[in-house]
């Protein structure tokens, strides 16, 4: 008896587990792989934001908010696992992360293309990105006339 009840749970945990598979790949395939690795909010000390085509300035910021969503921006580089990234590119945003223990992590993309611990990979969500990085750290210089 005893035995039984065990083998329904290892078949119960199997379904799951073969379904939470099954589901997570399908996600993946439609909306892109997240970018691992990326440093907690809570362990980055300063954020530089560099944007050579628009400012030779590059920018760092310090406070909670925008350390923050410098963080959670990165949610937008979705990469397409089975897609080459375009050739020949070179990225329009670099976003460096400082952290508390003074190493550094950077992550640059163009509209096309993510550049993550030195490898390129192909954007699922095209301009995300770059719009977004815009309005958080450039707008006052990409709404220059």
């Given amino acids: 008896m005893k035995h039984k009840a065990v083998k329904e749970l290892l ?6 587990f073969l379904s939470v598979s099954a589901v ?16 907690d909010p809570e362990d980055v000390q300063s954020v530089v934001a560099e944007y050579p085509g628009v ?16 963080v ?8 397409a696992l089975f897609e080459e990234p375009v050739s020949g ?3 329009m945003i670099t976003i460096t992360y400082v952290l508390d223990d003074g190493r550094t ?10 550049w993550w611990k030195g490898r390129p990979r192909a954007i699922k ?21």
């Fill in 72 to 79: 959670k921006l990165t949610g937008f580089l979705r990469y």
């Fill in 105 to 114: 992590v950077s992550v640059s993309a163009d509209r096309e293309t993510v």
């Fill in 11 to 16: 078949r119960f945990v199997l379904a799951v």
């Fill in 24 to 39: 997570l790949a399908v996600s993946i395939f439609m909306n892109g792989m997240y970018l691992l690795g990326i440093p």
């Fill in 125 to 145: 969500d095209r301009e995300m990105f770059i719009n977004l990085a815009e309005g958080i750290f450039f707008l006052e210089e990409v709404s220059r006339p």
């Fill in 89 to 91: 590119g070179s990225p």
């Fill in 55 to 70: 400012t030779d300035e590059k920018k760092e910021f310090t406070d909670r908010e925008h350390v923050e969503q410098a």
